[in-house]
């Protein structure tokens, strides 16, 4: 059990540097080219974890799921991402991405029509008005509709969770991410062909790249899962109540990001909220690992 929770943080540990590390290497580095390279060295990491026997098990209606949720939730989605977190604090992005496991349990109650208890509807509003308070700016439309453009992200991540099951059940996880990563990496190499931006890695930029490709979105995903294995799926989401916090703290000593009131008190409830939902015993149904 230990060894469970050692892989578990240590895995949340590593997907809350995210924020920082992307945020220091899109200085030099267009959002989406960032996320391309991302998605190959992910790919490379995922590759000995794929399991290839079992893609048998796949229909063809599969494949077609898998293609354009790869695309369009992977691809775009992320993008959306990446692009939303180039114009609005680190911090900032990591509170609001952490409303995912909530666009969870909604979508899985719209399309699977799954039974929850009233408190998860009560964690749900709190939730939605946590991130209205961290992203709303009084007067600053632009801040404000790059924030939209990470929680639409964060949406379309919950809706590749949800529909995802599906097929990850029926062969791997990490089979299910490489081949998303896979559509996803040529749907964000048509964006780029698309608006004439340059796929270039400088030299300067490489070794930021490779950590948030090989150990951010390949290892920790990785590490997270070996995880989940031991100590179950409810309490390994658990851990990712964590995530946030630590990457506001990242951001505060290494990007100088300051912390408002507002931004304070909607982290907090966006923080009570997932536990009060997700509070270990209800059946899970979240899957990270941007």
């Excluded at 540097?17 to 391309?36: G, N």
């Excluded at 114009?87 to 929850?116: C, D, M, Q, R, W």
């Excluded at 506001?248 to 009570?272: H, N, W």
Aim: proline share 3%; glycine share 8%.
């Amino acid at each position: 059990m230990l060894k469970g929770y050692l892989y578990t943080y240590a895995a949340i540990a590593i997907f809350s540097s995210l924020e920082v590390s992307s945020k220091l290497t899109t200085v030099s580095m267009p959002p989406l080219v960032l996320w391309f390279f991302r998605m190959v060295f992910g790919i490379l990491v995922l590759f000995p974890f794929v399991k290839f026997r079992k893609l048998k098990n796949l229909s063809k209606v599969d494949w077609i799921n898998m293609a354009w949720l790869g695309s369009v939730t992977v691809g775009i989605g992320v993008s959306l991402f990446h692009i939303g977190l180039y114009h609005v604090g680190a911090s900032e992005v990591a509170i609001i991405t952490s409303s995912n496991p909530l666009f969870v349990l909604l979508f899985s109650k719209l399309i699977y029509k799954e039974k929850f208890k009233l408190r998860v509807y009560i964690g749900m509003g709190l939730g939605f008005l946590g991130v209205i308070m961290v992203a709303y700016k009084p007067g600053h439309f632009f801040t404000s509709f790059y924030s939209l453009c990470i929680l639409v992200s964060a949406i379309l991540f919950a809706i590749y969770t949800v529909l995802g099951r599906k097929i990850s059940r029926k062969t791997s996880s990490s089979t299910l991410n490489f081949f998303a990563f896979i559509f996803g990496m040529f749907t964000v190499l048509i964006i780029l062909f698309l608006i004439h931006e340059p796929i270039i890695l400088p030299l300067k930029e490489i070794w930021n790249v490779l950590y948030l490709g090989m150990v951010v979105t390949g290892l920790a995903y990785v590490l997270f899962f070996q995880g989940v294995k031991i100590v179950g799926a409810s309490l390994g989401s658990m851990a990712f109540f964590v995530k946030p916090w630590l990457a506001s703290l990242l951001a505060f000593f290494i990007l100088r990001e300051e912390f408002t009131i507002l931004k304070i008190f909607g982290g907090i409830l966006m923080a009570v909220a997932l536990i009060i939902a997700y509070w270990p015993g209800k059946k899970e149904l979240v899957r990270k690992g941007r």
